[in-house]
């Protein structure tokens, strides 16, 4: 009994070390590998698992295989959201994705932009994608689901009806290995193969323009020619509008020089009369000064005053005497004798003062 748990043991652990190379990737630094480069022995049990299992992370000692496969012509967006949505379904999962070729993707879709070998490369380069298997089949088959030991099969839940049958995956779907992604809206490869369709003169006249011939581009001499007239007249407007923008910020330039100028006058024509009021306004400096110097010159014709020590001023305030003509009023002269006495008398005096 010892022998055998121990075997058992040794060969889990076998299991394990094989496996781990083929279903870890724990860097992104290089792009998915093929499935048919790859050389894996996987000995570990591969054991049917439901939905719920392997939303609870069962099994332990391997993740969930998921398979999503399509055409992948002009790998964009939506192809992406997709694949991610695939990779993540469950906590632990390993996402293949399969790739139909040239041939079966013309014979029953339609022809491509990219050819396989493109849209093999462009897989190998997205990050949510583990492996690439290349030429996949259009119709899932038992033996290609057992040979990649695939657990679930990743799709839209819309019917797919082609290669005479109503939904290519509903075998997948009575068999619990189905897993529904949704579609993005607004992007497909229709879309874009619309949208080039549409502006067809647009993108071949912008071809043209960067050197591709009109052979390559499958162009006529004449529409050819008239591609590149329109290029030369496309150039022309594009030349006009580059000089009216020009002429335009010209403009703008000098409205915004004229305006300082205007502002920088105002301001200067302020300052101006503002120093011409200075000087010669009612209470101006040139008034005052006119003031004071007509003071001066009124000062220097003024006769001086007499000096405080006058004779005038040194005599005394007696009352001098009255001239010889004035009479005494309370005693006039009785006679003119006695008036002529007294005028001789007065006039004595004088000299003797003198």
């Given at each position: 009994m010892k022998m055998v748990g121990s075997q058992k043991h040794r060969a889990e652990e076998e299991a394990q070390?094989?496996?781990?190379?083929?279903?870890?990737?724990?860097?992104l630094t290089a792009p998915a590998p093929f499935a048919d480069e790859t050389s894996c022995q996987c000995r570990a049990p591969h054991e049917k698992l439901t939905i719920?299992?392997?939303?609870?992370?069962?099994?332990?000692?391997?993740?969930?295989?998921?398979?999503a496969d399509g055409i992948f012509d002009l790998f964009h967006s939506g192809h992406a959201r997709a694949l991610m949505q695939a990779k993540t379904l469950f906590p632990n999962s390993y996402l293949l994705v399969g790739v139909c070729s040239d041939d079966l993707t013309h014979k029953f879709k339609g022809f491509t932009v990219m050819n396989e070998t493109e849209r093999y490369e462009a897989l190998r380069h997205c990050r949510y994608v583990d492996e690439v298997i290349r030429d996949a089949p259009w119709t899932l088959t038992p033996e290609f689901l057992e040979k990649h030991k695939i657990d679930f099969v990743a799709h839209d839940d819309i019917p797919y009806s082609s290669a005479g049958s109503d939904d290519v995956y509903k075998h997948?779907?009575?068999?619990g290995m189905f897993v529904p992604t949704q579609r993005t809206e607004g992007i497909s490869t229709s879309d874009i193969i619309t949208r080039i369709v549409r502006d067809y003169d647009v993108y071949a006249r912008r071809n043209l323009q960067r050197g591709y011939t009109a052979k390559e581009l499958?162009?006529?001499?004449?529409?050819?020619?008239?591609?590149?007239?329109?290029?030369?007249?496309?150039?022309?407007?594009e030349k006009v509008k580059n000089v009216e923008e020009k002429s335009k910020?010209?403009?703008?330039?000098?409205?915004?020089?004229?305006?300082?100028?205007?502002?920088?006058?105002?301001?200067?024509?302020?300052?101006?009369?503002?120093?011409?009021?200075?000087l010669f306004g009612p209470d101006g400096a040139l008034k005052q000064m006119f003031q004071e110097r007509s003071g001066r010159m009124l000062q220097a014709f003024s006769p001086r005053q007499s000096p405080t020590s006058s004779p005038t001023r040194g005599r005394s305030p007696s009352r001098s005497p009255s001239p010889p003509w004035v009479f005494n009023k309370s005693s006039p002269p009785s006679s003119p004798k006695a008036a002529s006495a007294s005028l001789s008398s007065m006039s004595e005096g004088d000299e003797d003062e003198k």
């Open positions: 070390e094989t496996c781990a190379p083929r279903f870890q990737r724990k860097t719920a299992q392997a939303r609870l992370g069962t099994p332990v000692d391997r993740p969930v295989r998921v398979y997948i779907k009575e068999a499958n162009v006529s001499f004449i529409n050819e020619k008239k591609y590149r007239f329109q290029n030369q007249v496309d150039k022309m407007k910020e010209f403009v703008n330039k000098v409205e915004e020089k004229s305006h300082d100028l205007i502002q920088k006058w105002e301001e200067k024509s302020r300052e101006f009369i503002g120093n011409f009021l200075e």
